[in-house]
């Protein structure tokens, strides 16, 4: 086959321990919530299915259920037959778009990140998870040996039922990586205790697969790179555990290194736009240069095509794992095969994946608002019975979603945008530290959108009159959304200046703020991204920078995960923090001077040096055109933060939604 003109390395075959890829990309074990009782849902199957059709060459599935301990409702059923039909269901799937299938071995032993401890949990020993605390039953030899059987009899099932291979994740934190560790593992026998002995679990099981699973079946491992714990797992450590595993080079077929574990270094697993882009290659083609014949894979912040086969070409890796990006385009792999990576809907690293799996139930996310529903690949969404004309009255990403939805859909849509570029709030969060990935959002709408025949009329403050000038039979209200003035700023305060909103304040210092001495205090009633990387962006321009919440921690609107890191990078950049007050008194503000008042028992601090208070309150919709249009007899739908201010993926989400609908 002549080499992909595009991008020759990642779309050249290779062959993984007998199994042949189509190319070098494999989508990485992602949960998704998509199981339910033990058997795949509709959604589930359409995942799957998309990101096989979209052209992955591989796919490594969510941990299924193979021991007693892992037999959680979200994980298919593979300790005994009664679920074997599921398997096959879920790897012809893959299977019939020329992909193949990897299940994922993992147990999350002593670590949970959910609210609360784990009381079913097992574990090397009886230490703390470093977040939630739970203490683990420790695991005795018996039944280490036991699991160990029950993995590999599971193995055996999903190569009956299609499957070309397993993962097993010992990195992430997880029970495999818990042996691994000293810090987590200080048992005194045959599995505790030196290096050897704390790899043994590992060992035996990947013994113990390769004898149950004839060849061709792949064993693949992800393994822990440096996991962010003092006395646990560094570089060094990693490589002598490379070193140990290279013995068994023979029954390894493919590894790569993940960093962090379950302990503050979380954050580590998803790599944000704060940080360099793929950051881990330099050291993942260190670990593999000691073992140059065993496949590598790269993990980590890739997300572009250009960026895999660089990894690719300079010899770090022999594959990359894709996770977030394949969540956000499936199609990804086609469309950079086909010579259409600019067409790619770019993942944007805010992790929001991760928190839905955790907090809202199932795998959503920012950017894909057709996430695993039946339509979403091939992208032609079924076109509009009658062609309406649809006025869309602002810019953001609710509307701009709207746009090239509707339009793609047949309808003759018009957006009126107040200034002259697109993207609303989202692109003044993509000017502030950690957002400049948010564009390719609003890029990518609005190339979508003008392919589809939309017609734009930006920097224009739309009124009703010009509204109806263009005899809409539907219009979407997608104004926005505007900061409310808080309870604890007087009525009466006119020093504006002193007291702006986090949106003013973000806008002056898109415009360049000068130095600033004193301290900015924000009031933070908001608890999102923004906030904090206005704070970031503050700290550069004045002294000092408090932020201050009525409630018991910061960040409170934000995963765990993103969490970490934003109070990592607030610490780094000393910026204070104080919990459980609100502004009490602003009288001497001009002095700056601020009185605070602790919400619980009304003790007073005084802050000095005060130059600016910035509040982050809840926004109000900016729905006043809806009443007047309304009157006019025409049908009016408001999206996004008009509707009511909610998050980047609600707009996005409602985008689609009213569109897909008209
Ligand atoms: C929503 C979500 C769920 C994940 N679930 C798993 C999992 O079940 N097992 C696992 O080994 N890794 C899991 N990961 C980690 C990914 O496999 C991958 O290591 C990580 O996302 C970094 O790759 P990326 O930058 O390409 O997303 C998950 C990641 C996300 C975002």
Redesign the pocket.
């Known amino acids: 086959m002549p080499d992909n003109p595009f991008f020759p390395k990642l779309f050249a075959p290779i062959d993984i321990g007998g199994v042949s890829l189509r190319n070098r990309i494999i989508h990485?074990?992602?949960?998704t919530q998509y199981v339910a009782n033990h058997a795949p849902t509709d959604r589930l199957l359409n995942y799957y299915r998309a990101r096989a059709s979209g052209g992955a060459a591989a796919i490594v599935t969510?941990?299924i259920a193979m021991t007693e301990f892992s037999r959680l409702p979200s994980r298919l059923r593979c300790w005994d037959d009664e679920g074997f039909d599921d398997l096959c269901r879920v790897a012809a799937v893959i299977n019939d778009q020329g992909a193949h299938v990897l299940g994922?071995i993992?147990d999350s032993g002593r670590g949970r990140h959910a609210v609360g401890r784990n009381d079913h949990a097992v574990g090397a020993s009886a230490l703390p998870d470093d977040l939630s605390w739970t203490v683990p039953a420790a695991l005795s030899g018996g039944r280490i040996r036991q699991m160990i059987d029950d993995w590999a009899n599971g193995a055996r099932r999903l190569q009956r039922a299609g499957f070309s291979g397993v993962e097993i994740?010992a990195?992430?934190g997880h029970l495999f990586h818990q042996f691994l560790s000293p810090w987590s593992n200080q048992r005194l026998d045959e599995y505790g205790g030196a290096l050897q002995n704390r790899m043994r679990f590992l060992t035996e099981l990947i013994s113990a697969i390769r004898s149950a699973c004839e060849r061709p079946f792949i064993i693949a491992l992800?393994l822990p790179g440096d996991d962010g714990v003092p006395s646990g797992i560094d570089l060094e450590m990693a490589s002598a555990i490379n070193a140990i595993l290279a013995k068994q080079a023979g029954d390894i077929d493919l590894w790569t290194w993940?960093w962090g574990a379950h302990a503050r270094s979380l954050y580590h697993?998803?790599?944000d736009a704060h940080g360099p882009r793929h950051p881990y290659l330099e050291q993942i083609r260190a670990l593999r240069s000691q073992h140059p014949d065993i496949t590598t894979g790269a993990?980590?912040?890739?997300t572009d095509p250009g960026e895999c086969e660089a990894a690719l070409v300079d010899g770090t890796a022999d594959v990359v794992?894709?996770?977030?990006?394949l969540?956000t385009d499936p199609q990804f792999p086609e469309k950079a095969a086909s010579g259409n990576a600019n067409a790619i809907r770019y993942?944007v690293?805010c992790?929001s994946?991760?928190r839905s799996?955790i907090e809202a139930g199932s795998?959503a996310c920012d950017n894909n608002p057709k996430l695993a529903e039946s339509d979403e690949v091939p992208l032609g969404l079924p076109k509009a019975t009658r062609q309406k004309n649809i006025v869309i009255v602002g810019s953001g990403v609710a509307a701009l979603e709207a746009a090239h939805t509707a339009a793609e859909r047949g309808h003759r849509v018009v957006v009126f945008g107040r200034s002259d570029a697109v993207g609303g709030k989202t692109r003044l969060h993509a000017d502030m530290p950690g957002g400049e990935n948010l564009s390719s959002v609003y890029d990518y709408q609005l190339l979508a959108a003008q392919q589809h025949g939309v017609k734009f009329l930006l920097g224009q403050d739309a009124s009703v009159d010009t509204v109806l000038a263009c005899n809409p039979d539907v219009v979407l209200l997608a104004t926005g959304s505007r900061s409310a003035r808080p309870n604890w700023l007087p009525k009466d305060w006119e020093a504006q200046d002193l007291v702006p909103s986090l949106r003013e304040i973000a806008q002056q210092l898109t415009l360049g703020m000068p130095h600033v001495s004193g301290r900015a205090v924000v009031v933070d009633q908001d608890h999102t991204e923004m906030t904090y990387a206005v704070a970031l962006r503050l700290s550069q321009h004045f002294d000092e920078v408090t932020l201050v919440t009525s409630r018991e921690r910061f960040a409170h609107d934000m995963s765990l995960i993103n969490r970490q890191g934003t109070l990592q990078r607030l610490f780094d950049a000393h910026i204070s923090l104080i919990n459980h007050v609100e502004p009490a008194s602003l009288e001497r503000l001009e002095d700056g001077v601020l009185l605070l008042k602790n919400v619980y028992n009304g003790d007073m601090t005084e802050l000095t040096d005060v130059a600016c208070l910035i509040h982050a309150s809840n926004r109000v919709p900016n729905s006043e055109m809806l009443d007047p249009l309304r009157s006019a007899g025409v049908e009016v739908i408001p999206i996004g933060d008009c509707r009511a201010p909610r998050s980047l993926m609600a707009a996005t989400r409602d985008g689609y939604a009213v569109a897909a609908a008209i």
Do not use: D, T
């Not at 990485?28 to 949960?31: L, P, R, T």
């Not at 794992?321 to 990006?325: E, T």
């Open positions: 990485a074990a992602i949960v969510e941990p994922q993992q994740s990195g992430h992800k993940v697993h998803l790599p993990i980590g912040y890739l794992f894709l996770g977030r990006p969540i993942c690293s992790n994946c991760w799996i795998l």
